[in-house]
């Protein structure tokens, strides 16, 4: 889970069922699905690992108390063939507190899900 300072997280998400609908991401290793970590971090990197293709393109957000979200990106803008340095609009800043990451299916048949691995400046502190 962790690679020297970074660490990854590798999420999944149910089948979405409905487009437009927040479906809450888990953790593969440690099936977490909701985290409170005690000191602020960023996010360097979020990338699908298979491309969503157009067809069914979805929106990365961090949900919290109260149904608070921040987008943090959409999945043409984190594809694997990625090859830059940074991409665009990150590092993404991470607050201390409750969170969790959810993911929108934003048109097409609703159905399955890629996995996507979200790269963290440091462990989180939870």
Do not use: C, W
């Not at 437009?20 to 005690?38: A, C, K, Q």
């Not at 608070?68 to 830059?84: E, Y």
């Not at 159905?111 to 790269?119: E, F, M, N, Q, R």
């Amino acid at each position: 889970m962790s690679t020297g300072a970074t660490a990854t997280l590798r999420m999944t998400t149910a089948d979405h069922t409905a487009l437009l609908t927040d479906t809450v991401s888990v953790e593969t290793i440690t099936g977490l699905n909701s985290y409170t970590p005690r000191s602020n971090n960023v996010i360097l990197d979020i990338r699908y690992e298979v491309d969503p293709g157009s067809a069914t393109p979805m929106a990365l957000f961090t949900r919290r108390t109260a149904d608070v979200r921040k987008l943090l990106g959409t999945s043409p803008a984190l594809l694997p063939t990625f090859t830059g340095n940074v991409r665009s609009g990150f590092p993404i800043g991470l607050r201390s507190g409750f969170f969790q990451f959810t993911e929108q299916q934003m048109s097409g048949t609703p159905g399955a899900t890629d996995p996507y691995s979200v790269t963290l400046a440091r462990p989180l502190d939870v």
